[in-house]
C-alpha cells in the first residue's frame, strides 16, 4: 500500500509565507514525479508546481517567482516553499505523485489527504 502524508499548511496574513511537506511510503517501486495541487472552493483541482524525476520543473504561471518545489524523488519527498502569498492562493493543497508500486509496477496516480492554506487580507 502506498501513502503522501502531508504537513504544513495553516493561516498566513497576505504577504507571508508557508512550507508545506509531504513524504510518499509504502511499497514503492518507482516515483516518476512529484507535485503540489490546490482547490479552492467551487472551483476545479490545479497544478501548482511539479518535479518530474527528469526534466524541468514546472510551475504554474500564477505562483511563479513566488513558490519553489524541491525534493527528492528517489526518496519519496516533495517540498513547497510559498512566499508572498495572496488571498487568492488560498485552497486545500494536495501533495500528487505518479509512482508505482511493488505489487504491479504499473505508474498510477497517488493523492494525499490535502492541508488547507488560508491566506487572510
Known sequence: ???????GGGLVQAGGSLTLSC??????????????YR????KQRELVAVMPTTGNTNY?????GRFAISGDNARGT?????NS??????A???????LA???????????GQGTQVTVSS
Open 85 to 90: 502569498l495572496k488571498p487568492e492562493d488560498t
Open 101 to 111: 508500486s511493488t505489487y504491479d509496477r504499473a505508474y498510477k496516480n497517488y493523492w
Open 39 to 42: 482547490q479552492a472552493p467551487g
Open 60 to 64: 504554474a504561471d500564477s505562483v511563479k
Open 78 to 82: 516533495v517540498t513547497l516553499q510559498m
Open 23 to 36: 513524504a510518499a511510503s509504502g511499497s514503492i517501486f518507482s516515483i516518476n514525479r512529484m507535485g503540489w
Open 1 to 7: 500500500q502506498v501513502q503522501l502524508v502531508e504537513s
Open 92 to 98: 486545500v493543497y494536495y501533495c500528487g505523485a505518479v
